[in-house]
């Protein structure tokens, strides 16, 4: 929760700087870090215990893709990492779905693929916290969103919004993509 760990930062210092917001799970600390699904339900339950609203990704790797084994893992990451908390903390965290194949790769979802995920992700939710909860829950996309998709993959029922990586870094680009939040 707090103390002085080289190259990290805590749920007690984000929270004495008033940044509401912590990304969880992200591909890269995945990755390079090797994160899982019961470190990141840590990672949560600090979040949450001051006051952050953790945005949790998930998503799958190519290859988990071509093998057609995509939902069951993101399914289970949803499941390691949050459902361990009752109704009304779920409501308190956002999700991130991120095809990690589409990010960076110059591939790119088509809005049917993120749709699938997105209510893949909401009936994973309903089912264990009913149909209510999981409406209430944000649902973001996050594999390359760029101004010449943004609008048709905010456009998908289960899409909530976007998480945004490089293409914030240009600002015309990342005014195009608000613009297309509409």
Do not use: Y
């Given at each position: 929760d707090s103390g002085a760990y080289t190259g990290e930062v805590s749920a007690a210092m984000l929270k004495s700087m008033n940044i509401p917001y912590v990304i969880l799970g992200h591909s890269e600390r995945r990755q390079y870090f090797g994160e899982d699904g019961q470190l990141l339900?840590?990672?949560?339950?600090?979040?949450?215990?001051?006051?952050?609203?953790?945005?949790?990704?998930?998503?799958?790797?190519?290859?988990?893709?071509?093998?057609?084994?995509?939902?069951?893992?993101?399914?289970?990451?949803v499941e390691e990492a949050l459902f361990h908390l009752d109704a009304a903390a779920i409501q308190k965290i956002v999700i991130a779905y991120e095809p990690v194949w589409a990010i960076g790769t110059g591939k790119t979802a088509t809005t049917a693929q993120a749709q699938e995920m997105h209510a893949v992700i909401r009936q994973q939710l309903a089912a264990k916290y009913g149909h209510t909860v999981a409406q209430e829950i944000s649902i973001l996309y996050g594999g390359s969103v760029k101004p010449d998709n943004a609008k048709e993959l905010f456009a998908c029922a289960d899409v909530d919004g976007g998480l945004v990586g490089g293409a914030s870094l240009k600002s015309r680009d990342f005014v195009e993509i608000i613009k297309g939040v509409g």
């Open positions: 339900a840590k990672k949560v339950d600090a979040a949450l215990r001051h006051g952050l609203t953790p945005i949790f990704c998930c998503g799958e790797p190519l290859d988990v893709r071509e093998k057609n084994q995509h939902i069951e893992l993101v399914k289970k990451q």
